[in-house]
């Protein structure tokens, strides 16, 4: 990482700390004051032994002495407690700030968008690298604050009584964070590299997770654990690089205070046997003068010593926040949708009418397009194609996942000045993959319409067939379908997710191969029950199945991008063209 790279990242985690404004002043300010007792406990501790070696005064004589030197204890340890606990909290609203900012931005990219990582990737932006600044705002941002203001308060107690002291402890404090620095740089270099292999193995690990059954079956188990275990073996090498720089920090750090507190030790030694004789403003050099230095001078490298044991924590900050920062700050092309708010009448139904539209990536290069066409309100129209013809682009477009140049309208209004989150008020979707996200059977299919009386999600029950293996589980409609749906074959999860789209029938009904997982008994009975669905709302179906499309009012040809063919089965499959070619082909293969 360049070091300018690393100026703009430092720059950015410095602005997000607006947030905990509150909270990081008030550790600040009790930290202040913390060395403000410390100052105040040394003193009356170094005036305590000069009085009872030198003055050689009773100890009943000095209790108010001792009794205001516990007070001191205790109000430190007070103070740490409380700045302790209002750190943790600047972190805490900052770490939960940026979780937020992250979670809005996926939201608002879309599907679309994010697909192009695994969602362990995600997983380890949103928890691992998040979690790595709780300690760079809770310690290291007041701790770099208080590396100044501690020493200069103590330098402003010892002046006046010793400035020879003074001056080695002034000189010599410029060497610690000068190569804490240089140490630094390569610390966040290497937490960097080492963020970038925690997201790639997490997204590898959970992928591989996910398709276990399949390696499995086709006895690739070996082979995989093989390769998770190489790199895991180059995660934890990348990690012990990481320790190794952290470790160097603090020997770095340890080696220049100990030789500063040697040096103070060794001038305070030959000015009491006699040797040196300044520093003390011609008055002699006392033992109040030696303990009171003595005593200070670790404290005056302790927040510097703080600071190396939290700069590890900056270093994993700038590491975590370089795609972070990339990923918060993706603007342009990516944006997927417009942010119009213009509503839709509801339960209107929907006419679609595109003109040139040019469907794009989240980076601006077209995936399809020029197309023109128009889907008529309540009109059942069926898409079909070769594989990357640009058929889920344009579910994608209407789904508000891509964004789109030309006209794309809904009952006249621009898609892009209709509000997302009404507009997808208006939109049924049922792909692949059923999502079902709640716990029970009953609850996924009320999930959109909880109101639903018990007969009306009977009859959804039926018409999607869900009623047909309903009885084969544990508890019916309060049996628990476990994480992803483990318990039901993609089959019955499929008709759970028609059975929910047809207990609250939208106006545009969006169908993505909603049959391409099944067996061929539970294509039939999921078919049957979608086209009953689609006859109530606008219906746009998108399969490589052409018999699924010869009901349909119409069926539209996609290739290369674009429209090449519209018109109902009977029409396309008497006419020369692509259709007509995927229907032979289709009928050989059978």
Request: hydrophobic share 50%.
């Amino acid at each position: 990482m360049k070091k300018n790279r690393q100026t703009q990242l430092t720059q950015w985690l410095k602005e997000k700390s607006s947030l905990a404004n509150r909270w990081l002043r008030l550790s600040m300010l009790l930290g202040l004051f913390s060395g403000m007792l410390l100052v105040v406990q040394a003193w009356l501790l170094a005036d305590l032994l000069h009085t009872l070696i030198i003055e050689q005064q009773t100890r009943t004589e000095l209790i108010s002495s001792f009794v205001w030197l516990g007070i001191t204890l205790v109000l430190r340890a007070l103070l740490a407690g409380l700045r302790e606990r209002s750190s943790f909290l600047c972190g805490q609203v900052i770490r939960r700030h940026l979780r937020a900012q992250v979670l809005d931005k996926l939201q608002q990219l879309g599907p679309a968008w994010i697909q192009g990582k695994p969602a362990g990737s995600w997983a380890s932006v949103i928890i691992e690298q998040i979690e790595e600044m709780q300690d760079y705002y809770a310690r290291y941002l007041p701790q770099m604050y208080l590396a100044v203001m501690i020493p200069v308060l103590i330098l402003f107690a010892l002046f006046p009584v010793n400035w020879a002291a003074g001056l080695i402890l002034l000189a010599t404090a410029p060497l610690i964070p000068l190569f804490m620095a240089l140490v630094g740089m390569g610390a966040a270099d290497a937490n960097q590299r080492n963020f970038v292999a925690l997201a790639r193995l997490s997204g590898n690990f959970l992928d591989r997770l996910r398709g276990l059954d399949t390696l499995r079956l086709f006895h690739h188990g070996e082979r995989e654990s093989a390769q998770l275990a190489r790199a895991t073996e180059d995660f934890r090498q990348r990690t012990m690089e990481v320790l190794r720089l952290a470790f160097l920090s603090s020997a770095v750090l340890e080696f220049f205070a100990a030789v500063s507190i040697a040096v103070v030790a060794v001038y305070f030694g030959f000015s009491y046997l006699g040797e040196l004789n300044f520093g003390s403003y011609g008055a002699g050099v006392t033992l109040f003068a030696g303990f009171l230095v003595l005593i200070l001078a670790p404290e005056f490298f302790q927040p510097l010593r703080d600071l190396g044991s939290f700069y590890h924590a900056k270093a994993q900050a700038v590491g975590a926040a370089e795609a972070l920062e990339q990923f918060l700050n993706a603007e342009g092309e990516a944006e997927p949708r417009g942010q119009g708010q213009q509503q839709l009448p509801a339960q209107q139904a929907v006419t679609l009418q595109a003109q040139a539209l040019e469907i794009l990536s989240p980076n601006g290069v077209v995936l399809a397009g020029p197309i023109t066409f128009q889907l008529a309100a309540n009109q059942r129209v069926a898409l079909v194609g070769p594989s990357g013809a640009g058929k889920s682009s344009l579910l994608n477009v209407l789904l508000g996942f891509l964004p789109y140049r030309g006209s794309l309208q809904v009952n006249g209004i621009e898609l892009s000045q209709l509000s997302p989150a009404e507009w997808r008020q208006q939109l049924g979707w049922i792909g692949q993959n059923p999502h079902l996200p709640a716990q029970t059977v009953r609850e996924n299919i009320l999930l959109g319409a909880v109101d639903a009386s018990a007969e009306e999600l009977q009859q959804a029950i039926d018409h999607a067939y869900v009623s047909e293996f309903l009885p084969r589980l544990p508890n019916g409609l309060e049996s628990e379908l476990g994480d992803g749906a483990a318990r039901l074959s993609v089959g019955q999860a499929q008709r759970i997710a028609v059975a929910r789209a047809l207990l609250s029938p939208r106006t545009l009904l969006l169908l993505d191969e909603p049959t391409a997982s099944l067996d061929a008994a539970s294509e039939r009975l999921v078919m049957q029950a979608l086209d009953h669905a689609s006859y109530q709302q606008t219906t746009l179906l998108v399969t490589h199945q052409l018999q699924e499309a010869e009901q349909y009012d119409q069926i539209w040809v996609m290739d290369h991008g674009q429209i090449v063919q519209q018109g109902n089965y009977a029409t396309l499959s008497r006419q020369a063209g692509l259709f007509a070619d995927l229907l032979a082909h289709r009928r050989n293969e059978v």
